[in-house]
Antibody, heavy 121, light 107 residues
Framework: EVQLVESGGGLVQPGGSLRLSCAAS????????MTWVRQAPGKGLEWVAN????????YYVDSVKGRFTISRDNAKNSLCLQMNSLRAEDTALYYC??????????????WGQGTFVTVSS | DIQMTQSPSSLSASPGDRVTITCRAS??????LNWYQQKAGQAPKLLIY???SLQSGVPSRFSGDGFGTDFTLSISSLQPEDFATYYC?????????FGQGTRLEIK
């Protein structure tokens, strides 16, 4: 069974740091792009970051550039999101998702259940 | 950034009804348009990819259409389990962007 399990969320003060992890199983992790998507309480979905199969290509939404770093360890089937200089507006449920990229399509076909990050003093 | 605008933002319907949700992109995205369903307290679930391709395991009452800037998601005969929030998403350009969501409620 294809599965993604996030961890690492919690309460952090503004300006603080947090590291989220996503454990993947049931598929060939190293052959897929991976992504983080977040959802603020009561709000819609916001794409945060992507990483390519090897980890050398990373892409971010402007609001997190320079503060967040996406990375992966293909030997451990693990995806991470290092979040620094956290702000109140980063408060959200963070999902990791598998990204399928083919010649004519590009979608997030598997999602974890999410880990919640609260930024508050 | 590509703006994705869904309409309506909310919709009331009855089981058995046919409903259509519209998604408009601020510029052409070819067919790089996906639809997701999110139920309360759950992660999003991929329904339709590449505008009109049905994801494996998704009931055939769901269908998608469109190209360029205008897209639709239709549900042919609403089932009780279909009442949820639906999001469109473009993957043609970075940043990837989602619509604001359409909440489908029971009338």
């Amino acid at each position: 069974e294809v599965q993604l399990v996030e961890s690492g969320g919690g309460l952090v003060q503004p300006g603080g740091s947090l590291r989220l992890s996503c454990a993947a199983s049931g598929f060939s992790f190293s052959t897929y792009w991976m992504t983080w998507v977040r959802q603020a309480p009561g709000k819609g979905l916001e794409w945060v970051a992507n990483i390519d199969q090897g980890g050398s290509g990373t892409y971010y939404v402007d609001s997190v550039k320079g503060r967040f770093t996406i990375s992966r360890d293909n030997a451990k089937n693990s995806l991470c999101l290092q979040m620094n200089s956290l702000r109140a507006e980063d408060t959200a449920l963070y999902y990791c998702a598998r990204r399928v990229v083919r010649g004519g399509d590009d979608e997030f076909d598997t999602w974890g259940q999410g880990t919640f990050v609260t930024v508050s003093s | 950034d590509i703006q994705m605008t869904q309409s309506p933002s909310s919709l009331s319907a009855s089981p058995g009804d046919r409903v259509t949700i519209t998604c408009r992109a601020s510029q052409s995205i070819s067919n790089y348009l996906n639809w997701y369903q999110q139920k309360a307290g759950q992660a999003p679930k991929l329904l339709i990819y590449a505008s009109s391709s049905l994801q494996s395991g998704v009931p055939s009452r769901f269908s998608g259409d469109g190209f360029g800037t205008d897209f639709t998601l239709s549900i042919s005969s609403l089932q009780p389990e279909d009442f949820a929030t639906y999001y469109c998403q473009q993957s043609r350009y970075t940043p990837i962007t989602f619509g604001q969501g359409t909440r489908l409620e029971i009338k």
